[in-house]
């Protein structure tokens, strides 16, 4: 049956929900309340500035957005965000959802820490981002009525969230500082992990073989 939460109707499809049981196996409850939250913030974001986006392909965007920080998908040669992007279209792909949808969904997530870009992008690729931030970073907070907020958080808690999740990226991505070039996770690896350099772009050009 399907399930409504602050006035979002969460997909109840065989995908989404063999969806949500694969993140549910993977992810700690932690991860799984954040992604469950980032689609419902998300849908809500959509509602309000009145976008027409697919529910199922939102939801798979939300719900996998983290996986690259988990054990069971993450790797070290790569962003985390691309972890969970290739999860995603490869579970999209075995249910039949190719082309375009899927790269939709691939772009949602492999985009979700670049700042204003996804905005501009596809409805599923904003809301992604825009549940993201909200349940992060707090941005887009007032956009959402309190008790729209108070029903999202009584269905999935956030303890400590601020910590917790600070803590969850350390893990993810302390063990490819490389793939925090150029994005927003080099910060977190700078305020807790010693001894970690950021890359610098001008030293990449500057000491790269073009030597004009």
């Known amino acids: 049956m399907s399930e409504t939460i602050a006035g979002v109707r969460v997909p109840d499809s065989a995908l989404a929900r063999e969806a949500t049981e694969l993140v549910r196996d993977a992810a700690p409850p932690l991860l799984f309340d954040h992604s469950r939250r980032v689609f419902l913030f998300g849908a809500l974001r959509g509602a309000e500035q009145g976008l027409d986006y697919d529910p199922e392909l939102l939801y798979v965007g939300a719900m996998f ?17 691309i972890d969970g ?24 997530i492999a985009l979700h820490t670049t700042p ?13 981002t825009r549940g993201v931030e909200l349940d992060v970073l707090g941005i887009g907070y007032h956009a959402v009525s309190d008790e729209q907020r108070a029903a999202v958080t009584a269905a999935h808690p956030r303890p400590d969230f601020k910590n917790r999740i600070l803590a969850a990226f350390t893990e993810g991505i302390r063990d490819r500082p490389a793939s925090t070039f150029g994005n927003v996770k080099a910060d977190v690896l700078a305020h807790f992990v010693p001894g970690f350099e950021r890359g610098d772009f001008v030293e990449v050009i500057l000491g790269s073989d073009w030597y004009e």
């Open 116 to 128: 204003e870009v996804p905005l501009h992008m596809a409805p599923e690729i904003a809301l992604v």
């Open 85 to 108: 992007a290739e999860e995603a279209r490869r579970f999209l792909l075995s249910h039949g959802i190719t082309g375009e949808p899927a790269d939709r969904v691939w772009t949602a």
């Open 65 to 81: 957005h983290d996986l690259g920080l988990t054990g069971r998908f993450a790797r070290t040669d790569r962003r985390f965000e």
